[in-house]
């Protein structure tokens, strides 16, 4: 294998890794010009976010590069998700370090583009540079809705259901057992699978969807504080991944599924569970059996704290 | 000034000093949910670019806070320049550090949104997350274009004037002479200024356009390569910085100029030189008075490495 020595050489390689892909929706001009040219679809409102991926905060080097590649644009993927959109095209910008190996480099970007063939995902651009002690990447994903139809956090309506898609916590256990003793539940936490085709069912059906990235009970008050309610754990059992702690699956964070709310006469879409009910209160407050919770989950910005407030 | 200690309570200051902004054209939703939501028009293409500042390598602590804001969203804004798009909205990553002051990150965020508000670009999202020893910001700018109209760098036909804005060599004699002893040339480095009208006032008119981030020979043997000709420096003056060295207006990299190429019969547009030709030959080849140049500038890679090669 040739290293590449340059920027240049960089971008001809990722160019030609990304020319792999058969996807080109909507894109005119891809990796290698100043800019990125996307021509967008008449009566279609376009989605963006953007997601850091820090190592030793998010993925440490022991990972394989490959699924540390998936991580970075499934995270961003999860957020189009929640907006109930079809992703259309990604940036990633990659910080590396000096003693990153370019088989490294390589492998992170055959992860990513690896998911980003099977969504429909193009990779269009993104910038390189050395960096300090952490490699860190920032994924930029964009996806497309019909006109007016992306999902919100702030239109759940009181008595309106709460619903979680698949099964909570198995991200935390995962990291919790490490690579070698975590099994199903370490895949969980390195290569999370973002729930793309349930966030696109949900259109005209969720009256606000989120996902779950830092932890149930924060994410439910963020989503009860956006729509100006209080959120009530209804007494049933949480959807615990097998071997999961509650605690896990309250405020483990990084499980990836979609939290959302339906109105009150609607039913469970597959493969999700009923876990409570939004009801007229103090916005963004959290109840179960009659107490209140103190929403706790992963705050990215004062690291360690686990606290919304 | 209360200090932000979430995530949460970070999201809400930026929510806060970005609705200050009066810009909202075609955003339907800004910071805040999982996703920003965008309008577009039709007729228009889009453009996408995203840069990565990180510290100690793009800038130092010791900068102004807001100079460094400025620094980050006018590098994007210089790639939508060269595009000839108009910018719409932008994204800011932002990795912190333990030991960043609330007051630096504040003032960060109120640079970059001052010359956000001045080139009517919404501040729509992001991410915030403590990294570790370097700040590291990542900015993704978005610019719209009639369909079809966005300037790129491989259009460049045999004949064409090659042109350069302003004057260069200015960012590295600033960074050289240092913050005390630079002057204009310190400003020039510190807070480029986007050549957004010139680069909107080429459309239809310049055959190729690059932004000189990287050095002038560098983004001239890129656009040079791209098109698939040669270019050929006139003996005529560069227009170099007062002050400055031809080394530097040659390869300091940074100044944020516009340099494109024009039919042959075409004009000079104010504010601009023309300084060379494309020519027939081995593409990407740069010669003066019959001489091959090696193209050198910032290698955003292999730092330090001042070659395309």
Tied chains: 1, 2.
């Excluded at 929706?25 to 679809?41: T, W």
Aim: hydrophobic share 40%.
């Amino acid at each position: 294998m040739e290293v590449p020595r340059s920027e240049l050489q960089w971008i001809d390689r990722i160019q030609a890794l990304a020319a792999r892909s058969p996807v080109r929706r909507g894109m005119v001009l891809g990796v290698g010009d100043d800019c990125a040219i996307f021509r967008p679809r008449a009566g279609e409102d376009l989605v963006f976010t953007t997601d850091l991926l820090i190592e030793d905060i998010h993925f440490r080097r022991t990972y394989a590069p490959a699924d540390v590649g998936h991580r970075a644009l499934a995270r961003g993927l999860s957020d189009i998700a929640a907006m109930g959109a079809a992703p259309r095209f990604c940036l990633l910008s990659l910080a590396t370090t000096a003693n990153t190996a370019p088989r490294w480099i390589d492998n992170f970007f055959r992860g990513l583009l690896r998911l980003a063939d099977r969504t429909s995902t193009v990779l269009a651009g993104g910038d390189l540079a050395r960096g300090h002690t952490a490699i860190t990447a920032d994924i930029v994903v964009c996806g497309a809705v019909a006109r007016g139809s992306a999902l919100r956090r702030d239109g759940a309506g009181a008595g309106d259901g709460i619903y979680v898609s698949g099964l909570l916590g198995g991200a935390a256990l995962g990291l919790e057992k490490g690579p070698r003793k975590g099994g199903r539940a370490w895949r969980r936490h390195v290569v999370p699978e973002p729930r793309l085709a349930l966030g696109r069912s949900l259109r005209g059906r969720a009256t606000a969807c989120i996902d779950l990235s830092d932890g149930l009970t924060l994410d439910l008050h963020r989503l009860a504080l956006a729509s100006g309610l209080a959120a009530e754990f209804d007494a049933g059992a949480l959807p615990v991944f097998p071997g999961a702690s509650e605690a896990q699956a309250l405020s483990g964070g990084e499980d990836y599924e979609l939290l959302f709310t339906l109105p009150p006469e609607a039913r469970s879409p597959r493969g999700t569970t009923r876990i409570g009910t939004m009801r007229r209160g103090i916005a963004g407050r959290i109840t179960r059996n009659g107490r209140a919770i103190t929403p706790a989950g992963y705050d990215h910005f004062s690291a360690g704290t686990k606290s919304a407030g």
